[in-house]
């Protein structure tokens, strides 16, 4: 059992030192088109963790990420354009803050409690936030209705402007490098375990002594925080913030990048945005299988790419990272392996 | 001296009355059963007791404090740990993990977020597992266990809590005969350090390792005290023993 959890860690590791490799090499290589695609990409992988953070290690089904990304992204589009504030230093914050509480907000509304709120409820509760804002987003004219907020400025960094490109690519990578080692380190932290017990047996963590809504009121408000951060980013990197950044057609474009990519992985939430994406701007334009399924995937790839997620998740629950790690090995250890090692091997019981 | 005292304590769902009028006590250190046949009110006494139900009248005292009302989370702060009727393990971790989890239950959410007790627990995990002999499991998911050695587990982390009073629902549903020897013989020892609850549908395992016994029938209590005393009862024999 040992070696096999070892094993399967190192390749958990080697997967993301090669994505990293990959996401640093890549922009440097292709031409801008593609660096503003995976610029995108960086962005709305900081959204899937945000996702797989609450789901995948706290088993809290929220269907309205899009909520925290897009209020999030209106607030310092708003702030940059009333103000004339464009720093970077400025806006990022404040966007975190805004995500954080009303992640907080949401989680008061649908997750705390004194009786352990059902998974539809939770599930619903987001989805109706999230439609909810997306319909006074467009018909509230102060922030632009149907059109939302366009033509904003450049965020700055200092006198330095933001342009987009190579330079926000780096600076979304960063960002997404950054985020991405803190919810690791927070995940593998005994923080991390008791949301582990929370996702299995919510009940015997209460009756432990843990204070179970604490832990998902915290882990949410973060979730809403990067969530937060990740719509700032789109806003200026887009140009642009409107009512389709706030509903719930994006907040569901969260939990397919997350259940494609591989539950409760993290690198699955980076790897599901990727390939998705990646699949949603080539499937209509495929050639070479012929007119007839040229013609039908012109218009109909929807469709194809609905399959091919219905087909994951009955199939592969585990998603793409399924491939990679077996089942068994997306558990973590959270004791301290050196020492139970030690005490394995000073035998107090003979191993069977 | 009393650690638990039930007074009266009623529990009512709709026009159904799942126990009446009940009193219960239970001595610092004492093997205490609980017992009657399947609908008697059992487990909505341990409910009750453990803070999954608030009882509709009547009140729970645990060492002079007054419980009734109290959650799950702040009985267990104050000494009141149950075992499921139900096995309620964590299947998707490590047996290791499993005990951590219990252990460092009233550590404070930022010593958890520096993972300050990843370390400081580890010998207690390891003289639990040993004691209940899940020690060379402990890489293992607890849901690889057989069935006696999940509930074992669960003992095992409901004791790590080091609870003033034990609540035990059906520690041996479910196991062999050679696993109910081993499961009263690691229970024997807890008597030093604490009181234990227990409500069991096996009499020879309750009559072996129980001081006093307390039966219901039909949510109400026909019979309390010593259990030798309680088992020559001949209401029990009738309405109890008969089922069995």
Known sequence: ?352 | MTLLEVRSVSKIYGSLTALSNVDLNVAENEFHGLIGPNGSGKTTMLKCLAGAEIPTLGKVHLAGKDVTTLSPQERSRFGLSLKFQITAIFPELAVYDNMLIALQAHQTTLGLLLSRSKNMFHDEVIHYLDRFHLHSRQYDLAGELSHGQQQWLEIAMSLALKPRLLLLDEPTAGMSSQERRVTAELLAPIKEVCSLLIVEHDLDFIKDICDSLTVLDQGQVIASGPAKQVQNDPRVKEVYLANV
């Not at chain 1, 230093?89 to 008061?108: H, S």
Request: proline share 3%; charged share 10%.
């Open chain 1, 1 to 352: 059992m040992q070696k096999v959890h070892r094993v399967t860690i190192s390749a958990l590791t080697g997967i993301e030192i090669v994505l990293f490799v990959l996401a640093l090499v890549l922009p440097l290589l292709l031409e801008n088109f593609w660096v503003l695609f995976i610029t995108k990409i960086f962005i709305l992988a900081l959204l899937a963790i945000s996702f797989d953070l609450v789901w995948g290690y706290a088993g809290i089904m929220s269907f309205g990420q899009a909520l925290f990304f897009g209020v999030s992204g209106y607030v310092v589009a708003l702030l940059s354009q009333k103000t004339g504030v464009h720093s970077i230093f400025v806006l990022l914050p404040i966007a975190a803050i805004v995500g954080l509480l009303l992640g907080f907000m949401m989680a008061a509304l649908v997750i705390l409690g004194k009786r352990i709120p059902s998974l539809a409820f939770v599930a619903l509760g987001t989805m109706t936030g999230s439609y909810v804002i997306e319909r006074l987003a467009r018909g509230w004219s102060y922030v632009g209705g149907q059109n939302g907020i366009s033509s904003l400025a450049r965020l700055t960094a200092g006198e330095f402007e933001i342009e987009e490109g190579i330079v926000f690519c780096y600076m979304a990578l960063s960002l997404l490098v950054i985020i991405y080692l803190l919810s690791r380190w927070l995940v593998r932290s005994q923080f991390g375990l008791v949301l582990a017990g929370i996702r299995q047996h919510e009940n015997r963590v209460s009756f432990l002594g843990y204070n179970v809504q604490t832990f998902k009121a915290v882990i949410f408000s973060l979730s809403g925080m990067i969530a937060g951060i990740s719509g700032a980013l789109f806003a200026f990197h887009e140009g642009f913030i409107g009512p389709g950044q706030l509903g719930p057609v994006l907040s569901t474009q969260a939990v397919l990048y997350v259940l494609f990519g591989g539950v409760g992985t993290l690198v699955g939430a980076i790897i599901g945005v990727t390939v998705l994406d990646l699949m949603n701007f080539l499937l209509p334009q495929v050639e070479f299988l012929g007119p007839t399924l040229t013609n039908f995937l012109e218009t109909g790839w929807p469709i194809l790419l609905g399959l091919l997620l219905l087909c994951t998740v009955m199939f592969r629950p585990a998603g793409l990272m399924g491939f990679f790690m077996r089942d068994r090995s997306r558990n973590l250890l959270f004791g301290n392996k050196d020492k139970m090692n030690q005490s394995s091997e000073n035998g107090l019981e003979s191993r069977p």
